[in-house]
T-cell receptor
Framework: DAKTTQPNSMESNEEEPVHLPCNHS???????IHWYRQLPSQGPEYVIH???SNVNNRMASLAIAEDRKSSTLILHRATLRDAAVYYC?????????FGTGTRLTVIP | EAGVAQSPRYKIIEKRQSVAFWCNPI?????LYWYQQILGQGPKLLIQ????????DSQLPKDRFSAERLKGVDSTLKIQPAKLEDSAVYLC?????????????FGPGTRLTVT
């Protein structure tokens, strides 16, 4: 499984878009890119995942670079409820190896 | 759809005591995971079950930790004897099958404090 690198923290104003970056330069061709988030005092929650193409769901969008060495999670309009630690995980199995993630602070 | 259930939510024990955690996964989910999350870190996989068989327990400290998933449904994780460094949140997760295309659903966790 490829190691991922994320900024330790980011801030966003409420109702503005947020772009959370992730580097996974050693990703293999069959590794998926997963994003989970963890709200305070809760277990992690699935956000989105993809392989090669950009993905959209009701929570977020995932933009994957053409060489797959990086990706960006996009929250289109941040709300206070989006304040959480966001984990980017690259894996070819269903084992998730969490790093320390990016702590997102949403400013009212 | 009911989520992953865990109990207890909190547990405080003294070092060298034993403790057990219980997990009930989402109905129909074949794969069950136990994670340990130490304060300030991301969750770390301890053990993965596929039905009632162990798929991966490479990160489980087997001298003191044990886990079982009888009948391929509920699971228990036990620590005996506990050490101070076992203080953490223990998370249970389940997924439909063991595949990177299926998401994992996490329970709320059990916060263990060892004094």
């Amino acid at each position: 499984d490829a190691k991922t690198t994320q900024p330790n923290s980011m801030e966003s104003n409420e109702e503005e878009p947020v772009h959370l970056p992730c580097n996974h330069s050693t990703i293999s061709g069959t590794d998926y890119i997963h994003w989970y988030r963890q709200l305070p005092s809760q277990g992690p929650e699935y956000v989105i995942h993809g392989l090669t193409s950009n993905v959209n769901n009701r929570m977020a969008s995932l933009a994957i670079a053409e060489d797959r060495k990086s990706s960006t999670l996009i929250l289109h309009r941040a709300t206070l409820r989006d304040a959480a630690v966001y984990y980017c995980i690259s894996t070819g199995a269903n084992n998730l190896f969490f790093g320390t993630g990016t702590r997102l602070t949403v400013i009212p | 759809e009911a989520g992953v259930a865990q109990s207890p939510r909190y547990k405080i024990i003294e070092k060298r005591q034993s403790v057990a955690f219980w997990c009930n996964p989402i109905s129909g989910h074949a794969t069950l995971y136990w994670y340990q999350q130490i304060l300030g870190q991301g969750p770390k996989l301890l053990i993965q079950f596929q039905n009632n068989g162990v798929v991966d327990d490479s990160q489980l400290p087997k001298d003191r930790f044990s886990a079982e998933r009888l009948k391929g449904v509920d699971s228990t994780l036990k620590i005996q004897p506990a050490k101070l460094e076992d203080s953490a949140v223990y998370l249970c997760a389940s997924s439909l099958v063991s595949s990177p295309i299926y998401e994992q659903y996490f329970g709320p966790g059990t916060r263990l404090t060892v004094t």
